[in-house]
């Protein structure tokens, strides 16, 4: 697959060029790590109570914990999606328009 066409040597000229609806990469990153971090915090907040760590610190470390594993998850998530609409991509023409020009005949 081809991802950049060759540029047509004439204005008539038409190009065939593939399309297909890609996700957006980081948003699923995003979205992913905070809902790890949330699920790491909650999991600090509700285990056993340690001698050796304060509550806020064993809940910070799930947090982090959770956010890396969520980046992780995430990034799989998005290669399987973006993999799967790939394969639904359709071909199109497209046209290129003729070059804008103002008054005095150059281009802008």
Do not use: N
Request: aromatic share 10%.
């Amino acid at each position: 697959m081809e991802q950049h066409p060759a540029t047509p040597t004439s204005a008539d000229q038409s190009v065939e060029v593939q399309i297909h609806s890609a996700p957006k990469f980081w948003p699923f990153i995003l979205t992913f790590a905070v809902l790890g971090a949330l699920i790491g915090l909650v999991i600090g907040l509700l285990g056993e109570p340690s001698q050796e760590y304060t509550r806020a610190s064993a809940s910070g470390f799930f947090a982090m914990f959770g956010a890396g594993l969520g980046v992780g998850i995430g990034a799989l998530v998005f290669v399987i999606i973006d993999r799967f609409t790939s394969r639904k991509s359709t071909k199109h023409l497209a046209v290129p328009l003729a070059e804008d020009t103002d008054s005095s005949g150059q281009q802008g």
